[in-house]
């Protein structure tokens, strides 16, 4: 089945410094792939989509580029700010021959801690 | 326009005890579904309503979970009894159509510990 691997956390960053959040999935159709994020007291958001290989979604500074060869889609951001610590979590949505899925498989999520 | 709203956001009952937890979705949404997070592992998905309808319910863990969906506005997930490892967070989502692919909005989720 379907499955999406994330580094454990949490990541602990200084302000400015640079972000990067692994992930890699297994997937048996054509999967688009998803970064969520939960920030303190909210609900889960849609971060970032890409729905084909070597598309690369972004947002909020945030990039990650779907990566077919190495099945992963790490979440980079080159300057993180105290207000993006939150928890993001890694998700994906399969299609397959005989249709899609509308039940995200998501990861385990990885907490980002950004200090002053 | 109002987000997914939970309720509550914390709840802290012993084993054996029945909670309530209810999800009110996006006014017009017709999908609405629960998922879970056990800590520290993955959003695992609980089941999904269309209006009032079940239309897929293969991630309910067992009959202690009741999840109800009358005059398909709010939903309610009723544990009853509750066991240690229901303890997790219970997220809620909607979506406005069933056709394609339209994003799944979530709530803050419910945090329900079991003790």
């Known amino acids: 089945g379907d499955s999406v691997t994330q580094m454990e956390g949490p990541v602990t960053l200084s302000e400015e410094a640079f972000l990067t959040i692994n992930c890699t999935y297994t997937?048996?159709?054509?999967?688009?792939l998803f970064w969520y994020v939960q920030y303190p007291g909210e609900g889960l958001q849609l971060l970032l989509k890409?729905?084909?290989?070597?598309d690369k979604g972004s947002n909020k500074g945030f990039e990650a580029t779907y990566r077919k060869e190495t099945t992963s889609f790490h979440l980079e951001k080159g300057s993180v700010q105290v207000s993006d610590s939150a928890v993001y979590f890694c998700?994906?949505?399969?299609?397959?021959?005989?249709?899609?899925?509308?039940?995200?498989?998501f990861g385990r999520g990885t907490s980002l801690i950004v200090h002053p | 326009e109002a987000g997914v709203t939970q309720f509550p956001s914390h709840s802290v009952i012993e084993k054996g005890q029945t909670v309530t937890l209810r999800c009110d979705p996006i006014?017009?949404?017709?999908?609405l579904y629960w998922y879970r997070r056990v800590m520290g592992k993955e959003i695992k998905f609980l089941l999904h309503?269309?209006?009032?309808?079940?239309?897929?319910e293969s991630g309910m863990p067992n009959n202690r979970f009741l999840a109800e969906r009358t005059g398909g506005t709010y939903s309610t997930l009723k544990v009853q009894p509750a066991e240690l490892e229901d303890s997790g967070v219970y997220f809620c989502?909607?979506?406005?159509?069933?056709?394609?692919?339209?994003?799944?909005?979530f709530g803050p989720g419910t945090r329900l510990t079991v003790t």
């Open positions: 309503f269309v209006k009032e309808s079940k239309q897929d």
């Open positions: 890409a729905t084909k290989a070597d």
């Open positions: 006014s017009g949404h017709d999908n």
């Open positions: 997937a048996t159709g054509y999967p688009s």
């Open positions: 989502a909607s979506s406005p159509m069933m056709s394609g692919y339209y994003e799944q909005y």
């Open positions: 998700a994906l949505r399969d299609f397959t021959s005989s249709g899609g899925s509308y039940i995200p498989t």
